[in-house]
């Protein structure tokens, strides 16, 4: 990379980045007490440096994917509360919609797959397969059981309901709001366009 690119590259990434920051506190998806602490670790790792040493990263999405697994990787969402915002249906009912999609267990398998090393594929498959040819309904409970997923996790009782991965739990919000859905299109058309005019 020539020194004009990597500095291109670093102001994308740190407009990026605070995009991306400004979005997961709006949502509710790290507290803002937490907030100096994660800009500060950002900036400290990823300087002109060390944006040398990742000349060969082809795509500036890839660190910003990384940092925001790492800022929300301890933090569950709650799909149960998500739902609450976006449906009169009870909870529960609007999260076994979700999963009824075939595209939402693609979606799930691909990130057991990729997070978890003891999730069971061929389980996940025959359940996949049960679903689509009957009457079987899938619920947190039962693919987590089946499939030993790790991504969501149910808890019983008052105060329980369903939590997930922020990244699994950022699907099921695309799938509750088609407004929040259809603005992360645009951006990405847009980011595309701006990328082929660089």
């Known amino acids: 990379m020539t020194e004009e690119e990597v500095s291109k590259l670093y102001t994308r990434l740190a ?3 605070e995009a991306v920051l400004g979005t997961l506190i709006s949502k509710h998806l790290i507290f803002e007490d937490f907030v100096p602490g994660i800009r500060k ?4 790792t990823l300087n002109e440096d060390k944006l040398r040493e990742f000349g060969r990263i082809s795509e500036y999405g890839s660190i910003i994917r990384r940092y925001m697994r790492e800022m929300t990787s301890d933090e569950f969402v709650s799909l149960t509360e998500l739902a609450r915002q976006y449906s009169d249906e009870s909870p529960g009912y609007a999260i076994q919609s979700w999963m009824r999609s075939r595209n939402t267990m693609e979606f799930l398998r ?3 797959n990729e997070m978890n090393t003891v999730f069971d594929d061929e389980a996940c498959k025959e359940l996949i397969k049960k679903a689509h040819t009957t009457s079987l309904t ?3 409970s039962l693919w987590i059981r089946e499939t030993h ?3 969501m996790f149910v808890k019983q009782g008052k105060g329980g ?3 997930a991965n922020p990244e699994i739990a950022a699907d099921f919000h695309l799938w509750l709001d088609p407004k929040l859905r259809l603005g ?3 951006f990405e058309q847009r980011r595309q366009v701006q990328k082929k005019n660089l």
Do not use: C, H, N, S
């Open 15 to 17: 407009l990026q980045y």
């Open 41 to 44: 670790d950002f900036y400290d």
């Open 110 to 112: 691909l990130w057991e």
């Open 138 to 140: 899938i619920t947190p």
């Open 149 to 151: 997923a790790a991504g």
């Open 161 to 163: 309901g369903v939590k």
């Open 184 to 186: 992360i299109v645009r």
